[in-house]
Structure formats: structure tokens, C-alpha cells
């Protein structure tokens, strides 16, 4: 079972630049890495997904090195309202969910 | 499109008791996932149903069951409550097959916010 690692919180101001590295040492060859936002007693939200290199959309980047044992999240120009849990999960095939580990995700507390 | 839809909002129960969680799939979609969130923890998969059957099933006592109905809406139902089944119970819609071997983008519900006295 593929396996992520996360900081468990973190703090940053409006305006900056932040990244959320998480570590997958055992991802497999047809794993993909997904990223998630969840605010308090809401359901998660879906921000990025990628397989290699830098995936790019309008809230986010997510950079995967050659070895894909990382990868970062990259949110730009933050605001307050973008505290939230973020979550890192790898892992293919949806329908085998149960094989998806959600971890306790990354506290990002925004200041202003 | 609606999204997904979940009710009720909160559950108060005693321990014993059998709760009954509903939910409802962006419309057209024929998937639904339940999973259990307990506070300040990372999602459990629970179930998953699609066309109407039972897929696949998280790491659960048989006292957590559910199906889905014939409209693809779905029912958690939970038997004999304990303390420790306070949780968050969020259902899940994919937003489609997905590319091939990625994982579906789902969409959550609002949560229904289960609390076992």
C-alpha cells in the first residue's frame, strides 16, 4: 500500500507562495498523486492531480521529480480563505478505494 | 448540475441505536462512496456501490451496510451504535471514469455529522 508523508501544519502569510511537500517512497508504476482541500466539516475538494513532472491548472501546481517519491503542491499568492487541510493521496483505480490511504493531511493556517 | 447532497445534516443517537445516513449522487452518476471521518483523523473508505451493487468495502464491522437504490441514491445504515462510530460520514461522486489508471476527481457531500451518547 502506497503510503504518504506530510507536514503536519503549517503557517504562512497573505500573499506568499506556499508548498506542501509530501513523500511517497513506495509509489507504483500506475499510481497517480492527488491533492485534496478540506475545510472544517465540509468534504474534501479535488485541486490537482498528476502523474511526472509539473501539472498546472487555475488554483494550483503540482511539481513530481523523475523518481516520483515526492511531490509538491504549490498554491500561489495564498489568501486567508485558503486555510485549510490539504491532502496528498496516491493510488489508481477509484474503484479500489479502500487501497487509499488518507493521512491526517497538512494544517496550512494563513495569516494575514 | 446539483452536487452532491447528503442528509441528514447532524445525527444525535445513544449507543445501541441504528442510524440511517442518506445520500445523493451529482445526478446521472451512477457511483457512490462513504467514508468515515473521525475528528481531527484522515477518511476511511467505507463502501462503494455502483449500478446498484456493492464494489468494494473498507476495513469495517458488518454492523456499517448500506445499498443503493434503483435512482443511484444511497443509504448508510449503522447497527448498534458505539462511542467511537462519532464521526463524519461523507458520501463521494466521481466526476467520471477518469483517465485510464488515474484516480476519479471526486465530489463530496456536506458530511453528516454522526454523534454516539
Known amino acids: 500500500l502506497a503510503k504518504t508523508t506530510q507536514p503536519i501544519s503549517m503557517d504562512s502569510y497573505e500573499g506568499q507562495e506556499v508548498n506542501i511537500t509530501c513523500s511517497h517512497n513506495?509509489?507504483?508504476?500506475?499510481?497517480?498523486i492527488t491533492w485534496y482541500q478540506q475545510f472544517p466539516s465540509q468534504g474534501p475538494r479535488f485541486i490537482i492531480q498528476g502523474y511526472k513532472t509539473k501539472v498546472t491548472n487555475e488554483v494550483a501546481s503540482l511539481f513530481i521529480p523523475a523518481d516520483r517519491k515526492s511531490s509538491t503542491l504549490s498554491l500561489p499568492r495564498v489568501s486567508l480563505s485558503d486555510t485549510a487541510v490539504y491532502y496528498c493521496l496516491v493510488g489508481e483505480n477509484a474503484g479500489n478505494n479502500r487501497k487509499l490511504i488518507w493521512g491526517l493531511g497538512t494544517s496550512l493556517a494563513v495569516n494575514p | 448540475e446539483a452536487g452532491v447532497t447528503q442528509s441528514p445534516t447532524h445525527l444525535i443517537k445513544t449507543r445501541g441505536q441504528q442510524a440511517t445516513l442518506r445520500c445523493s449522487p451529482i445526478s446521472g452518476h451512477t457511483s457512490v462512496y462513504w467514508y468515515q471521518q473521525a475528528l481531527g483523523l484522515g477518511l476511511q473508505f467505507l463502501l462503494w456501490y455502483d449500478e446498484g451493487e456493492e464494489r468494494n468495502r473498507g476495513n469495517f464491522p458488518p454492523r456499517f451496510s448500506g445499498r443503493q437504490f434503483p435512482n443511484y441514491s444511497s443509504e448508510l445504515n449503522v447497527n448498534a451504535l458505539e462511542l467511537e462510530d462519532s464521526a463524519l460520514y461523507l458520501c463521494?461522486?466521481?466526476?467520471?471514469?477518469?483517465?485510464?489508471?488515474?484516480?476519479?476527481?471526486?465530489?463530496f457531500g456536506p458530511g453528516t455529522r454522526l454523534t454516539v451518547l
Open positions: 463521494a461522486s466521481p466526476r467520471d471514469r477518469g483517465i485510464a489508471g488515474g484516480m476519479h476527481e471526486q465530489f
Open positions: 513506495n509509489i507504483a508504476t500506475n499510481d497517480y
